[in-house]
């Protein structure tokens, strides 16, 4: 079993805009450490986290990265996330793994929508959060600090400070007197201990009467700031030069909460259709409770899954069940992960990070355990839907097999990365959360798996629905000697409106009937045909929903009424009664945070009106930014990243996420029917 125990794991998640100097920082770490010989540099493609070969082509994180290292008597697990807006579900997916996450910022790029996006995130899944502001030699800290408190409230305080110029770094907690680079130390000192003895009234009483707390009073209730988000520390640091990363790490040893201190994750126990939320205490010897909150392949080690274990102990001879499952897994080996390198261990204690080899049953997002009379669930944090799409055929003939294996292992490993294959166009399409996305998932079908593929944009993916009632009829009879086929169906459909989520929902299937009019056991066969049109179409080709069809009446013949006859029959009745009942075609519309230099702001509302979008608000952010918020049509946007671009001189910043369906313009509607041509029915 591991040498450290559950009270000396710290577990934390390094977020940030890309650029930041996230990878360097926890480079940095590691050889303070000992756990590296050297620093390496991303430049040189050096370094521990992105050692994939794409990373190094790239030049920046395609993925998350997990590391450990043991520094003052703590077992530190660290996870260096992407930080482009077009792989943020792997920053998202990290989070449930740890007990704190560390944005990093720096001066010269400040605060951008993914940055807010993660600490939003953070916040409402009460994860205990920490700002490091990165570079304080080159840019400048001291209005970065004042953007972040303006951007994340006046809980973000430093607990730390540069000085001599941003050569080295003094501590607020443990100093109360001296200079820095951002003024008297004692102020900082005093803003600190404000906010930390607000969560303790004895404390408090006790800082009013004496006018001092020993550091050592306001460790726990340091962390129970922390846990509670009335304190969001920030440190300062310069990782080229390793200035401040040796104090940071005695800080995070020092003040950052344990896992049994931290905010537990939120797991459920599930029995049949109810279920309960699970007391977890990160017992070693309690229930095994262990999340798989990231999956990748190795090239020689082969399908890893990266679990993080919250209560319990997973040891590599237990036979853990995954979610619902009856049976067992046989896990064979467990190991620890140091960036692609792994480590065979005998176990994981509560807390703990730890990886599972060739294992088939383990998906992303499963949850292992061993509770008895029911199984565990993870209220995971939703990742963003992949909306930007490429439609791909392999360049060889014979390429599909091996595109299809590609891709699924691809999936696998990417929750934000999708395969579908449209039947009513022919084409597959990939999607994902941006160009830069996509482009990386072509590199790795090439570089990884040997398969080339030629690309387009794929058609718009429309849905089609109806806003209104009608009737529809059709009788179906064919005579071709011998038995023949008879089948009569009367059905109405009607809108059926999405949840109070805004969900939407397919096909609400009614039997009307009554006297026997069309016999139960074609019922099916009815359905089956409508449930046809709803794939394919009725108007233009398009899948359709929020449809509710009742059948009411019919007709059958004792001999020659068959199923064939009957689904015919409702296929045909169903599309009548859709033509009638005023159909519309709806296109997919996206979210957008936009955020750039205020004089730009008349530039995005004009190119947002042209796209058919609309501005719902715009907020002033820290840096003479604006954030405005929008929605359009993704067919309109689909290429934004390119347009912004060249509007802003390379100054704005985007991020972009499903939002709803809206019926399209009478013109663009009528041009797509018209191009529909509907095969015959192959009776």
Excluded: W
Excluded at 40 to 64: A, I, P, R
């Amino acid at each position: 079993m591991p040498k450290h125990t559950t009270e000396q794991i710290r577990n934390i998640a390094f977020v940030g805009p890309s650029g930041s100097g996230k990878t360097t920082i926890v480079e940095t770490m590691l050889h303070n450490t000992g756990a590296t010989g050297r620093v390496g540099t991303v430049e040189d493609g050096t370094t521990v986290c992105d050692s994939s070969d794409l990373e190094k082509k790239f030049g920046h994180s395609l993925d998350s990265a997990v590391v450990h290292m043991n520094h003052d008597g703590c077992h530190i697990n660290i996870i260096d996330t992407p930080g482009r807006a077009d792989f943020l579900g792997m920053a998202i997916s990290a989070l449930p793994a740890v007990e704190a996450m560390v944005l990093v910022l720096d001066p010269d790029t400040g605060i951008d929508p993914v940055a807010r996006r993660l600490m939003k995130l953070a916040g409402e899944r009460n994860l205990p959060r920490a700002i490091m502001i990165n570079k304080m030699n080159t840019g400048d800290p001291a209005t970065l600090l004042e953007h972040v408190k303006e951007t994340f409230g006046s809980e973000c305080v430093p607990i730390n400070l540069p000085t001599d110029g941003g050569s080295a770094v003094v501590r607020c907690l443990q100093e109360t007197q001296g200079d820095s680079d951002l003024g008297d130390v004692a102020s900082f000192h005093t803003a600190l201990v404000d906010q930390i003895v607000e969560v303790d009234e004895a404390l408090m009483e006790k800082y009013l009467e004496e006018g001092e707390i020993a550091p050592d009073e306001l460790l726990a209730p340091f962390k129970r700031a922390m846990c509670e988000g009335h304190l969001v520390p920030v440190a300062f640091c310069s990782a080229r030069q390793n200035v401040g990363l040796k104090k940071f790490l005695d800080q995070i040893a020092y003040l950052f909460p344990n896992p049994t201190e931290g905010n537990f994750r939120p797991i459920e126990k599930v029995v049949g259709d109810e279920s309960e939320a699970l007391e977890l205490t990160g017992d070693a010897g309690g229930d095994l409770i262990g999340h798989v909150f990231k999956v990748a392949s190795d090239p020689f080690v082969g399908k890893l899954s990266y679990v993080r274990v919250h209560n319990g102990t997973l040891k590599a001879s237990e036979q853990p069940r995954v979610d619902d499952g009856k049976k067992g897994v046989r896990l064979g080996h467990v190991f620890q992960p140091q960036g692609r390198e792994t480590t065979e261990v005998e176990g994981a204690v509560p807390g703990d990070i730890c990886c599972l080899a060739k294992i088939d049953d383990i998906h992303f997002d499963s949850v292992l355990h061993d509770i008895s009379g029911g199984h565990a669930r993870m209220n995971s944090i939703p990742l963003p839907k992949p909306m930007y799409g490429l439609a791909i055929e392999p360049t060889n003939k014979g390429g599909e097999t091996k595109l299809g294996e590609a891709t699924s292992k691809m999936m696998a490993e990417d929750p934000t990365f999708h395969l579908e294959r449209v039947a009513t166009t022919g084409e597959q399409v990939i999607r994902g959360l941006g160009e830069l996305h996509l482009r990386a998932k072509l590199e790795q079908l090439k570089e990884q798996f040997g398969v080339e593929v030629d690309t387009h944009p794929p058609k718009v993916a429309y849905k089609e629905t109806i806003q209104g009632n009608a009737e529809g009829h059709h009788r179906h009879k064919k005579q071709s000697g011998g038995s023949g086929q008879f089948g009569e169906v009367y059905l109405r459909v009607e809108p059926v409106a999405e949840d109070t989520e805004g969900i939407s929902k397919g096909l609400l299937f009614v039997d009307d009937t009554f006297g026997g009019s069309v016999p139960k056991q074609f019922m099916p066969a009815i359905e089956k045909g409508i449930r046809r049109v709803m794939t394919e179409g009725a108007i233009a080709g398009y899948p359709m929903q929020n449809i509710k069809v009742s059948v009411y009446d019919g007709k059958h013949h004792p001999v020659d009424s068959k199923e064939v006859a009957f689904m015919t029959a409702g296929r045909r009745a169903f599309i009548e009664a859709v033509q009638k009942a005023k159909p519309v075609l709806l296109e997919p519309y996206v979210k957008l945070e936009i955020t750039v230099p205020q004089d730009f702001i008349g530039d995005i509302s004009s190119d947002m009106s042209g796209r058919r979008g609309r501005i719902q608000g715009t907020d002033m952010v820290a840096g003479n930014q604006v954030c405005v918020q929008a929605e359009a049509p993704l067919s309109e946007v689909m290429i934004y990243a390119n347009q912004l671009k060249s509007m802003t001189g390379g100054a704005g910043s985007y991020s972009m996420e499903y939002s709803h369906d809206e019926q399209t313009p009478p013109n663009v509607q009528a041009d797509v029917v018209k191009a529909f041509k509907p095969q015959d029915d192959e009776d």
